[in-house]
């Protein structure tokens, strides 16, 4: 039997939208939209990890106070999915043998989504 290949799950959020700016962070049931969207990828059980990579130092903190594990990105990328290829180049990321990109603006994304990107 062929053992499966650790899942990491990446969570771009940025604050500096074109349509929405501070999007990661506007309140949705009293809660940061970022936030939501990390509770349900973890409810999951889909990975077996999950990082927010983000630039932005108020999405880091509003997710550190509450136990969420952010990975600090370069501001330079130009699209969500560079932001994931640089959390996934960290050395402590190199051996997750899968890494899915999961929208930060979807908070409610059905487990079965996540699992048919895995």
């Known amino acids: 039997m062929t053992e499966r290949p650790k899942v990491l799950g990446v969570i771009p959020a940025r604050l500096?939208?074109?349509?929405?700016?501070?999007?990661?962070?506007r309140q949705l049931g009293g809660k940061p939209l970022v936030e939501w969207v990390a509770r349900n990828a973890e409810r999951s059980g889909v990975f077996d990890a999950l990082v927010v990579a983000t630039d932005a130092q108020p999405v880091a903190d509003a997710l550190r106070e509450v136990?969420?594990?952010?990975?600090?990105t370069s501001p330079d990328h130009e699209s969500g999915t560079s932001r994931v290829?640089?959390?996934a180049a960290q050395p402590e990321f190199r051996d997750y043998g899968i890494v899915v990109n999961v929208q930060g603006d979807e908070p409610f994304l059905p487990r079965a989504a996540m699992q048919g990107a895995v």
């Open 67 to 72: 136990g969420v594990c952010v990975v600090m």
């Open 16 to 25: 500096a939208a074109e349509r929405l700016p501070g999007k990661p962070l």
């Open 85 to 87: 290829a640089e959390v």
